[in-house]
């Protein structure tokens, strides 16, 4: 199979030609949507396309298990990021910066770091490389190694969350159990002073 074939390849080639380096900001968690839009319409208001390019919230496809119904769902994959196509200077960083919503760039705050290429196509791929590959896999054999993959768990027992969906919503959290199986996890909320057993999903909750 030759490099045309390849999704992967030809999503690496595409990220070396376009301009611009890749950078991540920083925004509050269930925001990162809402950071997309502020900060596309601020390029446009304040005439910045020529040195901001391209704003991305890198997006991952799970499958939920509600109610003994499998749902494939979309979430953000990786709370409380959003990654930004552009040429760095005083001005293209300071619309960025006070955009409504960013907290601020990752690395250094003034003089940010950008992203290598191999730690832009890990975070992009995903999401732009698994449509064209999921219609090239045509073969049942493919289709049926897929679904077999393991699941993939963010969470450890013992860390801290927060809970971003449901009458919990902003509360802390600590991780108590975790069913893979179910993209389950129990979490210890602390309600009036006490701790509380509550049952979420993965997609509730977000790394702090």
């Known amino acids: 199979a030759g490099a045309e074939g390849d999704p992967e390849q ?9 301009p611009g380096r890749w950078y991540v900001i920083h925004s509050y968690a269930g925001f990162e949507k809402r950071v997309k839009q502020n900060l596309e319409f601020r390029v446009q208001s304040l005439n910045m396309e020529d040195y901001i390019y391209q704003v991305e919230v890198p997006m991952e496809e799970v499958v939920e298990i509600k109610n003994a119904q499998r749902k494939l769902v979309t979430r953000v994959r990786i709370p409380s990021y959003v990654l ?9 960083w300071g619309a960025v910066r006070h955009t409504p919503g960013v907290t601020g760039f990752v690395g250094n705050a003034h003089n940010p770091t950008a992203l290598t ?3 832009v196509f890990s975070m992009l ?3 732009m490389v698994k449509a064209p590959a999921a219609a090239a896999s045509g073969a049942g054999a493919k289709k049926s190694t897929k679904d077999q993959r393991p699941i993939e768990v963010e969470f450890e027992v013992g860390e801290s969350v927060m809970v971003t969906d449901g009458p919990f919503e902003t509360l802390a959290a600590t991780i108590a ?3 893979p ?10 309600i009036f002073g006490r701790e509380t057993p509550v049952e979420l999903s993965f997609s509730q909750v977000a790394k702090i």
Do not use: G
């Open 84 to 92: 930004v196509r552009m040429d760095m200077t005083d001005e293209s």
């Open 125 to 127: 791929a995903p999401a």
């Open 10 to 18: 030809s999503f690496r080639e595409e990220l070396r030609s376009l």
């Open 117 to 119: 290429e191999d730690e």
């Open 177 to 179: 159990e975790i069913t």
């Open 181 to 190: 199986e179910t993209q389950k996890l129990k979490v210890l909320v602390s």
